[in-house]
């Protein structure tokens, strides 16, 4: 197709998704007519796609052909940005109607905002559709695998120009509010179809997004409008709580506070929430327990792979006293029998992955007790991914996995599916080098399984999501064992002494 084409689709398009109307027609041609250098234009007179993958392919690819892009995948995902930025409504339109839909009904207003940041591009859907999803019925409920494909690698140009670009520290990170309309560079990913939503968390500025890689239905980001550290304490819970009564339709929730045990960017504090139920929150009580002066409040420890305190109440203010409580315990905390250790050489180890949600008219706040002690058999982390899984899992494991979604790296794509073919073949995994490191575990499977064409990749993935399982158990710090239950009790009847 003609450029022209391409630009008349892309215009019609924002006119379709309720991104423009149809006075806007002239400055939204002249727009891209500027960004693409063209002096003359007639428009089209062929058939239009509606496909806004095609669109800015072909868009993308006049550019390149025009030297205005370089093609790579870093350049094209800048230019492309840039593209759908001017056809992105400002901020004062995009906040009018979030808050308009927000006095009707909270959902309409997150439904709303959802899609339009899907269909600005800012979320790609066409790149999220190649995401591999699966279910694994473990013995805590179902748990979701992922191997996420919609963020892309860097290609070694952007690499090679990210090193050479000059230094600079604006945006100060990735979740700062100067992201907003941001050009984007080769070191930092380009924002320009990007819009915020204020909001106001416990009478302070705080905003909310949408991540633009979804790892679950409404994936959002929930942050602070200063550039402020994370830290895990009592306004942390209270912050959670504040939410929830705003956004009673979402969950949230927050990574723990310390290296290992945290998430990527702990220099902005920051939530993750969403309208998404995971297998955690469907999770039973599987011990009623009672913490002195808050009988109110009904507690339990719950059925679960990592070791989970759950707080249920009418009162978010009484449900986060007894969190914090419960924190400061925690924080100085050490059961060597369990390999809990709440110091060593004065750096401390011991802390809290809080979620909240509601119930109801209740709230309620999940605690994950989070420890990140190495050791010398596991220099990673003695709550972490153990070296025996390493091979599907070695990252850290952060707020989406504690509650029971797998986010497994994007190798593992090819890998699950060459080690199918390898394994129904009766070929010698151990003799690939990217596959070796698959040998141990694909050898005790031959124990269970025998594997054919038609059935090798459907055992490999319940068995990844099995791994996954133990993962999770890896990462408890009070093991579904005799010894580990009597543990956690033991740290509840301290949480009751100090109380």
């Excluded at 370089?70 to 400002?90: C, E, L, N, Q, V």
């Excluded at 984007?184 to 320009?192: E, F, L, Q, V």
């Excluded at 009672?290 to 990592?306: L, S």
Aim: charged letters at 25%.
């Amino acid at each position: 197709m003609k450029i022209e084409t391409y630009i008349d689709s892309l215009v019609s398009y924002a006119m379709n998704n309720g991104l423009a109307e149809p006075v806007d027609h002239m400055v939204l041609t002249n727009r891209l007519m500027d960004l693409l250098r063209l002096d003359d234009y007639t428009p089209s007179d062929e058939p239009q796609s509606e496909d806004i993958e095609e669109i800015l392919a072909g868009i993308l690819d006049y550019a390149v052909e025009k030297g205005l892009c370089d093609d790579g995948i870093t350049a094209r995902d800048i230019f492309d940005t840039r593209i759908m930025g001017a056809i992105t409504p400002m901020p004062r339109e995009v906040i009018g109607i979030f808050n308009h839909l927000y006095e009707e009904d909270p959902v309409k207003a997150t439904d709303w905002y959802y899609k339009f940041s899907c269909d600005t591009d800012y979320i790609r859907r066409y790149r999220i559709k190649k995401d591999m999803r699966w279910k694994y019925q473990s013995e805590y409920g179902e748990l979701d695998i992922t191997i996420n494909l919609s963020k892309p690698e860097k290609d070694p140009k952007a690499i090679a120009a990210a090193k050479n670009a000059p230094q600079t520290a604006y945006p100060k990170c990735q979740l700062c509010k100067e992201n907003e309309g941001y050009a984007g560079r080769m070191n930092h990913p380009a924002r320009a179809n990007h819009r915020i939503i204020p909001i106001e968390v416990c009478g302070a500025d705080w905003c909310l997004q949408y991540s633009p890689y979804v790892y679950y239905n409404e994936h959002c980001i929930v942050f602070n409008a200063e550039h402020i550290p994370m830290k895990i304490d009592k306004s942390a819970f209270e912050k959670l709580l504040d939410f929830v009564r705003s956004f009673p339709h979402y969950f949230v929730g927050s990574n723990a506070d310390l290296p290992i045990v945290g998430g990527s960017i702990l220099s902005h504090e920051h939530f993750q929430g969403g309208h998404y139920t995971f297998a955690m929150e469907t999770a039973p009580i599987e011990k009623e327990i009672t913490f002195a002066g808050f009988e109110d409040i009904h507690a339990g420890i719950v059925k679960w792979p990592m070791s989970v305190i759950r707080l249920t109440g009418a009162n978010p203010a009484r449900i986060a006293d007894l969190a914090d409580k419960i924190l400061a315990a925690w924080r100085g905390y050490s059961d060597e029998t369990v390999g809990v250790i709440a110091f060593s050489n004065g750096e401390p180890h011991n802390t809290i992955t809080p979620i909240a949600r509601r119930r109801g008219e209740d709230y309620e706040l999940d605690l994950v007790l989070r420890c990140n002690v190495t050791s010398e058999e596991h220099p990673l982390g003695v709550f972490h991914p153990h070296a025996d899984k390493h091979h599907i899992k070695k990252e850290n494991i952060g707020l989406i996995e504690v509650m029971g979604l797998a986010v497994l790296p994007s190798r593992l794509k090819q890998e699950l599916t060459d080690l199918a073919a390898a394994v129904a073949k009766g070929e010698d995994v151990a003799s690939d080098p990217v596959l070796e490191k698959h040998t141990s575990w694909i050898e005790e499977l031959k124990k269970t399984y025998t594997f054919t064409e038609e059935n090798a990749m459907d055992i490999i993935l319940q068995e990844t999501g099995k791994v996954f399982s133990a993962v999770l158990e890896d990462a408890g710090v009070y093991k579904n064992t005799e010894e580990g239950k009597n543990a956690f009790i033991r740290f509840v009847d301290t949480v009751n002494h100090e109380a």
